[in-house]
T-cell receptor, first 113, second 113 residues
């Protein structure tokens, strides 16, 4: 079965520190890849997406993600975390280019002052 | 533009009761989706509608029905609620020409006693 794995359920970082959230997917071909963020009590907002081309993609709020085919990974990064980045982050994959997303379990980010 | 709106925001049901969750979008999108979110499981697709007049099952359709009332509205019905349907429900919409970006509503929190 197709799956998306976010190995870290919770991550705590200090404000100003760098961040990397991991995402691995299962499949042979290159799917479409997404990162969404969910603030408490809110819906999901798209941070960035990858379809093809340059494997390093830039998103909103200073986030970027890198697609690594050999590792079936699409990790999210930010050089310097702000307190307002505290939220839950979801990696999602469209395996069939049919606009149907499979989501990972999410990573909850906490930011220490 | 309001984007994607959902009503109600919160609902408590007794086992066996029925209810309909409403979703509307004002972005003229063709595709609409219903997800449920449970801790540690990310979002799982219940049903989707690729265009007005069509609906299809997602990953977890049992116990639910949907209606695509028109291009704007997509409702989710629980005919006989069960405690296992306690969850947060999200509606989303997307457009074929927008590289599969899904826009999410704020969610409906449902508690079944």
């Amino acid at each position: 079965a197709q799956s998306v794995t976010q190995p870290d359920i919770h991550i705590t970082v200090s404000e100003g520190a760098s961040l990397e959230l991991r995402c691995n997917y299962s499949y042979g071909a290159t799917p479409y890849l997404f990162w969404y963020v969910q603030s408490p009590g809110q819906g999901l907002q798209l941070l960035l997406k990858y379809f093809s081309g340059d494997t390093l993609v830039q998103g909103i709020k200073g986030f970027e993600a890198e697609f690594k085919r050999s590792q079936s990974s699409f990790n999210l990064r930010k050089p310097s975390v702000h307190w307002s980045d505290a939220a839950e982050y979801f990696c999602a994959v469209d395996y069939n280019a049919g606009n149907m997303l499979t989501f990972g379990g999410g990573t909850r980010l906490m930011v220490k002052p | 533009n309001a984007g994607v709106t959902q009503t109600p925001k919160f609902q408590v049901l007794k086992t066996g009761q029925s209810m309909t969750l409403q979703c509307a979008q004002d972005m003229n999108h063709n595709s609409m989706y219903w997800y449920r979110q449970d801790p540690g499981m990310g979002l799982r697709l219940i049903y989707y509608s690729a265009s007005e007049g069509t609906t299809d099952k997602g990953e977890v359709p049992n116990g639910y029905n949907v209606s695509r009332l028109n291009k704007r509205e997509f409702s989710l019905r629980l005919e006989s609620a069960a405690p296992s349907q306690t969850s947060v429900y999200f509606c989303a919409s997307s457009e074929w020409t927008d590289q599969e970006t899904q826009y999410f509503g704020p969610g409906t929190r449902l508690l079944v006693l």
